[in-house]
C-alpha cells in the first residue's frame, strides 16, 4: 500500500478542521472540526500502522484510544454548549469571550451610587 494516499488524505481532513476551528463562530461546529482534526490523526495512525507492519498493531491501538477521548470530549463539550446556550442565548464563540456572570440592574445601581 502507498503511504501518500492516506497521508494526503489525512492532511487535507486536518487543514480543513484547522480552518473550521479558526474561521467558525458556533462552538457546535467548532467541536465538529475538532472531531474532523482527531480523524485525521486517527486515518494518518492507521496508515503508518499499515505501512509498518507493526506486530503489536500500536497504531490501531493508539487509535481506539483516540476514539474513546474523542466520545467524552464530545459529551462534555456538548454538555458546555448547551448549559452556555440556556445562560446566555447564544452559542456564538465571539459573544463567549467573557465567561463571567453580567451583573444585574441592583448590582449596578450601587456601583454607581
Known amino acids: 500500500m502507498h503511504l501518500a494516499y492516506p497521508a494526503v488524505l489525512a492532511s487535507l481532513l486536518f487543514a480543513i478542521g484547522l ?3 479558526l474561521a467558525r463562530r ?24 499499515v505501512w509498518l507492519r507493526d506486530a503489536l498493531h500500536a497504531g490501531q ?3 481506539l484510544f483516540t476514539i474513546a477521548v474523542a466520545a467524552a ?3 462534555i463539550g456538548l454538555a458546555i454548549v448547551l448549559m452556555v ?7 456564538d464563540v465571539d459573544r463567549l469571550r467573557d465567561t463571567k456572570e453580567q451583573p444585574s440592574a441592583e448590582e449596578k445601581a450601587e456601583a454607581a451610587a
Do not use: C, K, P, W
Open 26 to 49: 458556533n462552538a457546535i461546529l467548532v467541536l465538529m472540526s475538532v472531531e474532523l482534526m482527531l480523524n485525521a490523526v486517527n486515518l494518518n495512525l492507521v496508515a503508518f500502522d
Open 85 to 91: 446556550h440556556r445562560n446566555r442565548g447564544t452559542a
Open 73 to 75: 470530549e464530545i459529551g
Open 61 to 63: 491501538a493508539l487509535t
Open 19 to 21: 480552518y473550521g476551528v
